[in-house]
């Protein structure tokens, strides 16, 4: 089945700098990932995907990209905000059937005003 | 449009005791996910449901059970609670069940066995 984990558990930034969050997967039939972020006493919100047939997606300060070749993906949060500190979860799943997402454990950013 | 809601947010159970979770999705979301999120296993999938069918299960014991209602409304059960039980239950909802659709998440129920 589907493995994704990820690198490093916590991530501590100062305000305004560029976070990179990483993310490694195991499952070459996934052909979607999902950035997820949650803070303290919430349920997990969606923020970024991204199709296996692409390599890289922007969104409004976040940028997600895909490496298929080392199976690795990253988020990247440009000029972090003390309201980026979560934990960011990424997931990948395959569409045809049925939608069962494995999750890594998450990794804690921390931004530092 | 509302989110997803999950009843109670916070339970505290014993050993043995059995638990019943809610959770309402998003009007007009079909389908329902349920997870179990602890500090080591991360976010687990428990099972998925779809027009009141359990439709996909994780890796989770006979303990664990769920059901849907004609009005997509969910409700997991937990019987004979463990101790390695206590954990936030999250329910996700999305609008379609084939392929790939977001998942909106609700703020989970914390339960707790003692």
């Known amino acids: 089945g589907e493995s994704v984990g990820l690198h490093l558990p916590t991530l501590s930034v100062q305000e305004g700098d560029n976070s990179i969050i990483n993310c490694a997967y195991s499952?070459?039939?996934?052909?979607?990932f999902i950035w997820y972020k949650q803070e303290s006493g919430k349920g997990p919100q969606f923020i970024i995907d991204?199709?296996?047939?692409?390599d890289k997606r922007q969104g409004q300060r976040v940028t997600v990209l895909l490496n298929k070749t080392v199976k690795h993906l990253s988020l990247q949060i440009a000029a972090t905000q003390p309201g980026d500190s979560a934990v960011y979860f990424c997931?990948?799943?395959?569409?045809?059937?049925?939608?069962?997402?494995?999750f890594g454990r998450g990794t804690s950013l921390i931004v530092h005003p | 449009k509302a989110g997803v809601t999950q009843t109670p947010r916070y339970l505290i159970k014993t050993r043995g005791q059995q638990v019943t979770l809610s959770c309402s999705p998003i009007?007009?979301?079909?389908?329902v996910s349920w997870y179990q999120q602890t500090p080591g296993q991360g976010l687990q999938f428990l099972f998925e449901?779809?027009?009141?069918?359990?439709?996909n299960k994780g890796n989770f014991p006979g303990r664990f059970s769920g059901r849907q209602f004609s009005n997509s409304r969910s409700e997991m059960n937990v019987s004979t609670l463990e101790l390695g039980d206590s954990a936030l239950y999250l329910c996700?909802?999305?609008?379609?069940?084939?392929?790939?659709?977001?998942?909106?998440f609700g703020p989970g129920t914390r339960l707790t066995v003692l």
């Open positions: 991204i199709r296996s047939n692409m």
């Open positions: 009007s007009g979301h079909r389908s």
């Open positions: 499952n070459s039939a996934s052909d979607y």
């Open positions: 449901y779809f027009s009141e069918t359990q439709r």
């Open positions: 996700a909802s999305s609008p379609m069940t084939s392929g790939y659709n977001e998942q909106f």
């Open positions: 997931a990948g799943g395959a569409s045809g059937g049925s939608y069962i997402p494995t």
